[in-house]
């Protein structure tokens, strides 16, 4: 089992940065995927970012391309969501999850995941 927590939420003005990070804990001497997905007021939640093991390939929702980057630190066993130029359609739960993977592969789909953090609270305002 691995554990997954999310902190740096809070609230923004818009235009202004964030840092997200998910630390993980338990079994992680394997290789995990690992991504961000958010979840608006009234919506189903969507994919945001994903990296595999190394780091070496990501994926973004078209929505946040070029503002938000996703990175990791594998010794540190912690995935961040860097968020720049942030607007009020960015106000969500940013989840993180994990998968473990052979190989590097990277995950955007909810499914594909077997490990979910309880989810940081972003709000930005106008």
């Known amino acids: 089992q691995v554990q997954l927590v999310e902190s740096g939420g809070g609230l923004v003005q818009a235009g202004g940065s964030l840092r997200l990070s998910c630390a993980a804990s338990?079994?992680?001497?394997?290789?995990?995927?690992a991504g961000w997905f958010r979840q608006a007021p009234r919506k189903e939640r969507e994919f945001v970012a994903a990296?595999?093991?190394?780091?070496?390939?990501?994926d973004y929702a078209d929505s946040v391309k070029g503002r938000f980057t996703i990175s990791r630190n594998n010794a540190k066993n912690t995935v961040y969501l860097q968020m720049n130029s942030l607007n009020p359609e960015d106000t969500a739960v940013y989840y993180c999850?994990?998968?473990?993977?052979?190989?590097?592969?990277?995950?955007?789909?909810?499914?594909?995941?077997?490990?979910w953090g309880q989810g940081t609270q972003v709000t930005v305002s106008s």
């Open positions: 999850a994990a998968a473990a993977v052979r190989g590097s592969l990277y995950y955007i789909r909810e499914y594909e995941y077997a490990y």
């Open positions: 990296i595999n093991w190394s780091g070496g390939s990501t």
């Open positions: 338990g079994r992680t001497n394997s290789r995990y995927a």
